[in-house]
């Protein structure tokens, strides 16, 4: 499907809107990924399952793993890698 939309000026950007059907239709958040393509732009979600590398970052800092399994580790075994 092809549609027609205008450039609307945002501060000292310009933007587009978006349809409320399309913005349900595709799952769009707050954000969404452009990605530059040969012939235009292609808008899609982000993957809502995937972490950000922020949001990593912070669910590993929190994590509370125990790493006591590394000191069992022979180093010798993997010597030859």
Request: charged share 30%; net charge negative; no cysteine.
């Amino acid at each position: 499907m092809v549609r027609e939309a205008q450039l609307i000026k945002i501060g000292n950007s310009q933007g587009i809107r978006l349809p409320k059907w399309m913005v349900s239709k595709y799952g769009f958040g707050k954000k969404i990924l452009l990605e530059e393509v040969s012939d235009g732009i292609l808008i899609r979600a982000i993957d809502s399952d995937k972490l950000s590398w922020e949001d990593t970052y912070k669910a590993m800092s929190e994590a509370q793993e125990a790493w006591s399994d590394w000191q069992d580790v022979d180093m010798e075994l993997d010597a030859h890698l």
